[in-house]
């Protein structure tokens, strides 16, 4: 069999000396590998695991549910947020209800760009919604994203330098493998046809798109909320309320 990767989360209920070099013992008795281990917060530990045996994984399994001083809560292949939480020690806060919404703050941005980059290395068709209050750090984080993805980044629409709004992109930008930024506020505030179309023909490429203020995208086009794989937002503090009433003046203002 091929080698697989598994992600094993349990709970410490009674962090005695020694639990981490038993479960290590086991591991290694069993011959599976332990390719990272770290806490994740608090009294949870997370493991990413290799082997060529999926019934070393069961036994495992029903071996750890015997053990007093901890209880299981995840053995399964890993999925990017478990990867992410074992580098990290923490897990991204995911919404309850839309499990396609991240929420991030300003303070976790290592995690946001580590998170970007692992999305951006995907290839084919993506549509990523970034929320957030202005100079929150949105476009910095996608372009760090992209650098750790090693993909260029190529600016649709954007507020960073001034106001860009482009009507065509050259022979090297137009490139599936790039990542398209593109400010949701700016493409549809001062939209032109020259722009509409480019916008068109980007939305129809099988590449990566993020698009910042995607509330304010899906309001002023025909794209909808079901069009986004993920939707990110990134916060000052957890209880800052995102709101657009307060900035889409100055957008159009300035035109």
């Not at 947020?81 to 941005?109: P, Q």
């Not at 493998?177 to 493409?187: A, H, K, Q, R």
Request: proline content about 3%; overall charge negative.
């Amino acid at each position: 069999m091929e080698l697989k990767q598994w992600y094993l989360e349990y709970r410490i209920h009674k962090n005695r000396p020694g639990l981490l070099g038993d479960v290590a013992s086991l591991l290694g008795m069993l011959n599976v590998n332990i390719l990272t281990i770290n806490g994740v917060e608090g009294k949870t530990r997370g493991m990413l695991l290799e082997t060529d045996d999926d019934e070393k994984i069961r036994l495992l399994g029903d071996m750890l549910a015997k053990v007093s001083n901890i209880t299981v809560t995840a053995l399964r292949q890993p999925k990017l947020v478990d990867i992410l939480a074992v580098r990290h020690g923490r897990y991204i806060e995911r919404d309850s209800d839309d499990k396609k919404t991240f929420r991030f703050t300003r303070d976790e941005l290592g995690l946001l760009v580590d998170f970007l980059g692992e999305i951006f290395k995907r290839e084919g068709n993506q549509i990523i919604g970034l929320r957030g209050m202005p100079r929150v750090g949105k476009t910095e984080s996608i372009i760090a994203g992209s650098v750790c993805a090693m993909k260029r980044w190529t600016f649709v629409s954007s507020t960073l330098l001034r106001q860009t709004v482009r009507s065509q992109l050259s022979e090297e930008e137009n490139n599936p493998n790039n990542i398209f930024i593109i400010d949701g506020i700016v493409s549809t505030i001062r939209s032109n046809e020259r722009h509409h179309q480019l916008l068109q023909d980007i939305m129809a490429m099988p590449s990566t798109k993020v698009i910042e203020h995607p509330d304010i995208f899906v309001r002023e086009s025909d794209y909808e909320y079901s069009d986004f794989n993920i939707i990110i937002e990134l916060r000052n503090n957890p209880g800052e309320e995102i709101v657009y009433d307060t900035f889409t003046e100055s957008y159009a203002d300035d035109i």
